[in-house]
């Protein structure tokens, strides 16, 4: 029973507060009722076997992967979980706690699962469980029952004062033990989101106040400029191209990159997701279509407007789904794809579609077929130049004499996000010491020194030498920076380079991609005389690059010998690893091209420690430095 709740037989509306609960421990469930509330509405009379049964599995849907934090709390409030798996971080695993847990239930213990409903639930889960739940919505009457547990009195007004798909962290910042119920309500009243009304979004930087976006900036110019011909009657809104998937990494900016498309445009903005769908249903397979069905009729009653679809990959390949996810799927996509149309073919709403992914290799062709979203404008990492303007947008008028062309070069494989990250912590170290901000302040966050021992230290600056000194050699993209800086586990190096542009991938050069890659693990061993764990990792690492790139030219381009296309190249390792055949062969390739590394280096050992010395004092060093201290051992050589 939760420590704050009487459990009591009637279905009264208003939860009893423990008297004997100390004010230390309401003060720990300070925001937590909300979830307790809603979850023991939804167990509803299952309440006593989610609470005691032994050896029981339930299963719980939540509307986004955020929900699953609050609710695991709420379950272990209301009753013992030894064992609970969290949907995300279980997918991560692949399904190993999965596993792990139902091996505890057929032993007689507990376990709870939460997923959200964006992710499938594993077969053996579904079969497991003995009571299934589902909770995507924060209802008036959640709220009114969380609040009395809060304030200790009755709300009134709430069904009128919270928007109908509040969302259960906006609710939890809202409703504050101690704090009244007028103040809830009003907390809770302002989370609805700036776009609710039928006008374009002002809280953005309009499109000329951005920086860097490429292709995608001309794009929306374009658009932008050809939206108000259309207005003055002097272009057809057919005529317009208006549909497009912005495609790029986590924190590129595609999301603000719409926003101020809408206020440049002066389009009103209606904004969604797959997650979202599920969110604002329930989740089954009619409730999903009618949802995607109530979208696109919000879109078009705007009359005019911007429709953004994030995640656009969520929505499955439908050639990648086997019989039982297709089952369920392929309905979805299809009338995915039949109402694109039919919105499209529509000019009277005037309706632009753009879609966002991070992964476009992803996507289900046929949503870029000719007349949907036909066009993928690829967003990169902003250039130094790009990363100026960041900077300075984000510093406002401090700052405002300095050059900030030395902080940009250093940020160079940043995102726009971290960049804006960067100026909010070299703000608050400032404030925090009652002084100004000073642009040490601003490079200590982007290139943080490196806290490690002497020799660790010494390791990684050799290390990052050897990728910067092997770049600039074999020519295979134009160094940027190279840097050893504080990173997630304590140190990080970063080498930063810029592919060249119209290069055409050939086996040579795809070579020289992995050489550079191991030239890091190179240089520790030929110059040192030993190897560290550096070179290897996760996703990230060096190594795994490396095998990525020669699975790619056996399996996806043809570059070992076999002209049959096996995978594509994100997926190439993965089938690789399935052959014992394959595995033999990368690791063949791997040895040969790291001996040739390592005769890279020992030829320019100079180069190497040269550059790591000065990586050890400046903790940055740019890449038109280094190519000097290459070209001047070359000409040394020569002499």
């Known amino acids: ?49 989610f609470a005691k049964e032994p050896g029981i599995c339930v299963l719980i849907r939540v509307r986004s992967s955020d929900w699953i934090g609050p609710f695991v709390w709420a379950a272990r409030t209301l009753g013992s979980w030894p064992h609970v798996i969290e949907g995300d971080a279980a997918a991560r695993a692949k399904d190993k706690p999965v596993r792990d847990a139902l091996d505890r239930l057929a032993a007689g213990d507990r376990v709870l699962a939460i997923y959200p409903m964006s992710l499938p639930v594993p077969r053996e889960l579904r079969i497991a469980s003995d009571i299934d739940l ?15 547990l809060a304030t200790g009195s009755r709300a009134r007004g709430v069904s009128k004062a919270i928007p109908a798909d509040l969302d259960l962290q906006q609710a939890l910042h809202a409703i504050r ?67 497009a998937v912005l495609a790029g990494l986590p924190g590129t900016g595609k999301s603000t990159f719409v926003r101020s498309l809408s206020k440049s445009s002066g389009l009103p903005l209606v904004t969604s997701s797959l997650s979202q769908l599920f969110g604002t249903s329930a989740g089954y397979l009619d409730s999903i279509i009618k949802a995607i069905d109530a979208l696109f009729l919000e879109a078009k009653s705007k009359r005019n407007c911007i429709l953004f679809i994030d995640e656009l990959d969520a929505f499955p390949n439908r050639t990648t789904l086997d019989s039982n996810r297709g089952s369920w799927w392929t309905p979805v ?39 949907r979203l036909d066009r993928i404008l690829w967003i990169d990492l902003p250039d130094e130049q790009a990363l100026d303007g960041i900077f300075r947008q984000h510093l406002g ?25 960067a100026v909010k912590a070299a703000r608050g170290r400032a404030r925090s010491e009652g002084r100004a901000m000073i642009i040490d302040d601003l490079m200590d966050e982007v290139c943080p020194p490196a806290k490690m021992s002497d020799a660790d230290h010494w390791i990684s600056c050799v290390h990052e030498s050897g990728h ?20 997630q586990d304590g140190v990080g190096g970063r080498t930063v380079s810029q592919p060249l542009a119209n290069a055409i ?3 040579n050069r795809n070579r020289d991609r992995v050489i550079q890659l ?18 290897g990792g996760g996703q990230d690492s060096d190594l795994h690059k490396a095998s990525k790139l020669l699975a790619s030219a056996h399996l996806s381009l043809g570059l070992r010998g076999t002209l049959m296309h096996f995978a594509d190249p994100e997926d190439a390792l993965a089938v690789a690893r399935r052959s014992p055949h394959l595995i033999a062969s990368i690791e063949g390739d791997l040895v040969q091209l790291y001996d040739r590394a390592k005769g890279l280096i020992r030829s320019e050992t100079g180069v190497v420690l040269s550059l790591a010395e000065r990586l050890k004092k400046k903790r940055v060093v740019m890449g038109p430095e280094v190519e000097v201290l290459v070209e001047s051992a070359r000409r040394d050589r020569s002499e």
């Open 1 to 49: 029973m939760a420590p704050f709740l009487i459990e009591d037989d009637d279905e009264s509306d208003d939860p009893k507060l423990d008297t004997e609960q100390s004010p230390l421990a309401l003060a720990v469930q300070n925001g937590r009722a909300l979830p307790a509330v809603m979850l023991k509405r939804a167990l509803s009379w299952k309440f006593k076997l």
């Open 134 to 148: 589902e909770i995507v919505k924060v209802s008036a009457s959640d709220v009114s029952k969380a609040i009395y």
């Open 177 to 243: 033990l101690g704090s009244t119920p007028a103040l809830c309500i009003r907390r809770l009243s302002v989370t609805l989101p700036a776009e609710a009304g039928n006008g374009p979004v002002i809280d953005a930087p309009p499109l000329d106040a951005l920086h860097g976006y490429g292709e995608a900036m001309v794009w929306a110019n374009r658009l932008v400029s050809d939206l108000e011909r259309w207005r003055a009657g002097q272009l057809d809104f057919e005529s317009i191209q208006k549909n």
């Open 333 to 371: 996509v299809n009338h995915m794809l039949t109402i694109l149309d039919s919105s499209l073919s529509d000019a009277s709403k005037g309706l632009v579609i753009v879609g966002a992914t991070n992964h476009p290799h992803k996507l289900d062709s046929a949503l870029l077929r000719p007349g």
């Open 397 to 421: 008028t401090e700052l405002a004499g300095e050059d900030l062309s030395a902080v940009a070069l250093a940020a160079v494989g940043s995102t726009g996000a971290m960049a804006a990250g």
């Open 468 to 487: 910067a000194v092997a770049c600039v050699l074999l020519g295979v993209a134009r160094l940027k920076s190279v840097a050893v800086i504080a990173g």
């Open 505 to 507: 991938l050939d086996e």
């Open 518 to 535: 191991l030239a890091g693990r190179a240089a520790e061993e030929v110059i040192l005389g030993t190897v560290s764990g550096g070179a």
